[in-house]
């Protein structure tokens, strides 16, 4: 059989470097993405064995911006990992019939997605390509996924990418407080956020998905409200709004530390998640995860392979890997991992075998992230009877102070749970 | 610990006459290069190959707090330029107000002291303080600049202070390199020309000092002993003058730093006696040995037991390791004679030992110990002072532990101990001095000249005021100038009262304290707002509350916690993610519960250090 494998890719490059970001990233010059993207594409060859034995489910190019490049240049790298993916494994295993392989359900709560990316299978090689430009109505596919800035797309290029079978865009608008956005060290304006998105649906993205980050220094509860009404009335099929996180390192921990800014309130922060919530259903987006909402149908089926700790192969600097209950990441500096695939090494700089235990606790990390929360049937078989007993004793005080519920077969965070996610799960684990 | 010196080994031991034999310390501030030196006087008089590690101080605990907690003794031959070959005893010194009994044990062995100043850094207090404590042991002084290899520092600043502090004259100060010799041989003649030799009488009945006392698995105890009558030797039977307890004698000798045994020590010498001593509750500091037959009428002057002070409780966080605790403290007070516990059992806390130790610092590195070497998480309540009640039914009763304080309408008269300190320090601080002292109620007594610009401060504090934080008040209102040993000056009677702290409701008998009634609502007030700062925020509220009788004085709330969530959580790192809750997680466990609170270790230490904000 096939697995199902979700491949992410990192694209490490920025125009320039915001004052809040500790993603592995940096601006360079034209000459190093070339040369960066030439690496990433032999590293794509040496896991042919893999990608051409699996059946991909989403592929996700993330970064930095990744919308640095160049449409075409994009095209090339998606058209590369198709053609890998395709390409039958030269193993000796025999291939098996197709079957039932092309269609799996990629979520479980019933909005499934199909994929022509069924590993080995009797279907011409022509069939299992990304449809080009499905209507928005189309049977479920392979999500393609690209993160896009405002101020790096245009119709055509965006054109180029739905044409080459990117089937989603997730664009990082943040705010649409044109202050926010400078104070945050954007390169945009809230007017290029709305045109990046009218763009994005005259190309024919039907799934768009927005980034947005809320409780910045000085923000008010209003001037959030503002800025989610907009993003709102732009209509995406998608939202993340994240809480500001100011990290080590960052222009905006320096500045913390200096006492020039302070972070907002606990109950301010409590307050912006409700509102977020609020304004969002009232919209049509469900929350389906900690920061996540959608449209039925449209929650990210990429993200969710992570939330439900099922396998995905990362490609590029920095980017990580779970395969075989094997968790490994890249070189981050993009210079290193170039480096090292050049000289024909490998750019791995970090592998850790999970014993079942530490599977289990990151399962549950990650899987109580989401609404639907965790299905105590497949936890059992996976992780044993006893485990999962145990895990349900632990519960049962959470469950009395109403953070946990257990019912249906499952267990997941109550709302007040979801804002405890780490101190639940620390008492979980 | 030294190793032991191969039995094979041919013992090369050269007897000196006393008169070629010099006993010394150094004494210096930490870092002014004590031990690099000490280590270049061994390399050179042939003790070792060359200086590694440093020789002196032994334990991990005591090189990381810069102090030396235990004394030890190196003995080096040294040819001199006169050609006589000279045995130069360098005895080390612990360096604390918990532990100045020591220090006036160890100087006592000596007849010299070297002062050891860091061209750089010059004078230091702590060194004045020292200093002092020699002169007043009528030690001879050897002043020594150091370190003066340090490219581009001058002298004059480091002699001028040592003129200005000492009187010390340019012409006898001894200036030396520990890092690249130089200087050292010069240090080696000043000792032996400079410091007096030993003048004492082999032929009366043994007297000797214990000066330090270690216990080792193999041999028992280690006693490091300086000789001042007669003769000691492998065979003879000793008794320890304070006790009448007598021990065979199995070794004597001397370290070098291993241990080199001889056929005998006498008069003068300065050594190491086993005698299968099973703790060194049997040999204690300061203690005389004698010979069990015909030995000496009097024992040596100045011999103090070591009397636990202060008290506080000791409990392993995991109800579990009790008995792993009390192993743990079975074994320290092999080599401790100064640890004192008992069982007890504390309504939050569980089960424990109620422990006596010399001051907070003895405190704190015994638990330190215990946590590091016995690998236990403890939780420590805070120090206490023994008080005395005469209950109403006239019946007389001794309390170490605040919980157990008896109620008040039982209660008659409260006493509790104090202590007559003498502090020391340059005249310009005399008014911070007298400040700190009386805001810890201290009552002045008299004040002296000493010498130069130095003066002696006579107070009497009670001794709670000590054990809390009198010592570091003094040091950081006078930048490290003062110095203060105390005596206990019996009990005087006190409106004393006890604070209760209540943690949702329910009092907490290891956070209660004893004070003054006069102080006593706003210390509660402090301890509240101190608890509220050490207790995590919980998942639920937490109500915090003074109490003194059945009056709230203080109260306050830690608000629940509410949001502890990373809100961006994708594929990237997830281990590392994991690692870090499992990090926190082991934090929590470290916490002791008190009811369903997690009260961290330090809350129960908090309560004491109060008087910075008061
Ligand atoms: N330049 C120089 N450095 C020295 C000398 N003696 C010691 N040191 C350095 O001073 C520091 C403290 O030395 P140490 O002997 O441990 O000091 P102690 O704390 O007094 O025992 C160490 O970093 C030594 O390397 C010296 O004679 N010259
Ligand atoms: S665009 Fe995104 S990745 Fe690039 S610097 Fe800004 S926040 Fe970081």
Known sequence: ?429 | MATEAKADRPKVVQRVPQENVRNFCIVAHIDHGKSTLADRLLEVCGNVEEAGEQMLDTMDLERERGITIKSSAVRLLYEADDGELYQLNLIDTPGHVDFAYEVSRSLQACEGAVVLVDVSQGVEAQTVANVYLALEAELEIIPVINKIDVPNVEPEMALKEMDDAFGFHPDEIVMTSGKSGVGVHELLEAIVKRVPAPDEDADAPLRAMIFDSEFDVHQGVIAYVRVFEGRVRPGDEIRMMSSGKRFDVSRTGFFSPAMVDVEELRAGDVGYITAGIKGVKDSRVGDTITCAKKGAEEPLPGYREAQPMVFCGLYPVDNADYEALKDALDRLSLNDAALKYDRETSAALGFGFRCGFLGLLHMEIVQERLEREYDLDLVATAPSVVYRITLTDGTFVEVDNPAQFPPRELIEVIEEPVVEANIMCPQRYVGQVIKVSDDRRGAYLKQEYIWGDRVALHYRLPLAEIVVDYFDALKSATRGYATLDYELAGYVPEDLTKVELMINGDPVDALAIICHRQFAESRGRVIARKLKEAIPRQLFEVRIQASIGSRVVASTRIAPLRRNVTEKCYGGDVTRKRKLLERQKEGKRRMKAIGNVQVPQEAFMSILRLNEED
């Not at chain 1, 299992?128 to 245009?154: F, G, H, K, S, Y």
């Open chain 1, 1 to 429: 059989m096939a697995r199902d494998l979700s491949v992410y890719v990192h694209l490490p490059f920025c125009l320039r470097k915001c004052h809040y970001c500790d993603f592995n990233s940096r601006p360079a010059a034209e000459s190093e993405r070339a040369r960066y993207l030439a690496a990433l594409k032999l590293e794509i060859q040496r896991r042919a064995e893999l990608l051409g034995a699996s059946h991909i489910r989403t592929i996700f190019l993330g970064g930095g911006t990744p919308t640095i490049y160049h449409g075409e240049e994009l095209a090339g790298l998606l058209e590369m990992l198709k053609d890998t993916a395709a390409s039958p494994p030269p193993a000796p295993r025999m291939p098996e019939t197709g079957g039932s392989a092309g269609v799996r359900t990629t979520n479980g709560m019933g909005r499934g997605g199909t994929s022509r990316f069924a590993g080995p299978s009797p279907v011409p090689p022509s069939g299992r390509e990304l449809d080009r430009a499905a209507p928005p109505t189309a049977a479920p596919r392979t999500e393609v996924t690209c993160e896009a800035n405002p101020e790096t797309v245009d119709v055509a290029k965006l054109r180029v990418l739905r044409e080459a079978g990117f089937n989603r865009l997730s664009v990082g608008a943040q705010s649409f407080d044109d202050d926010e956005l400078r104070m945050l060290g954007r390169g945009h304006s809230a007017e290029q956020t709305a045109l990046a998105v009218a763009a994005a649906r005259e190309a024919g993205f039907t799934n768009l998905s927005l980034d947005l980050i809320y409780a910045l220094p000085g923000q008010t509860l209003n001037s959030w409200r503002q800025t989610l009404l907009r993003a709102l009335e732009l209509q995406p099929d998608h939202l993340s709004a994240y809480g500001l996180e100011i990290c080590e390192g960052t222009p905006f921990h320096a500045r913390l530390q200096a006492g020039e800014i302070a972070p907002v309130e606990e109950a301010e922060h409590l307050a912006m998640r409700q509102v977020t919530r609020e304004l969002c259903e009232a919209a049509g987006l469900d929350r389906y995860e900690i920061s996540n909402y959608a449209r039925p149908g449209f929650e990210c089926a990429h993200n969710i392979t992570y939330w439900r700790n099922e396998e995905y192969l990362g490609l590029g600097a920095g980017a990580w890997s779970y395969l075989d209950g094997v968790r490994s990441g890249n070189m981050r500096e993009p210079r290193e991992y170039r480096a090292a695939i050049e000289a024909g090494e490998s750019p791995e700089e970090y592998a850790e075998e999970l014993a079942p235990e530490d599977a289990l606790a990151e399962a549950l990390m990650m899987g109580l992230r989401m609404t639907e929360g965790l299905l105590l049937h497949d936890l059992a078989q996976a992780y044993g009877a006893e485990s999962i007993e145990a895990l349900l004793q632990r519960a049962r005080p959470l469950v009395e102070m109403a953070l946990v519920e257990v019912g249906a077969g499952r267990i997941r965070l109550t709302e007040a749970g979801e804002e405890l996610h780490s101190e639940v799960v620390m008492r979980l684990t």
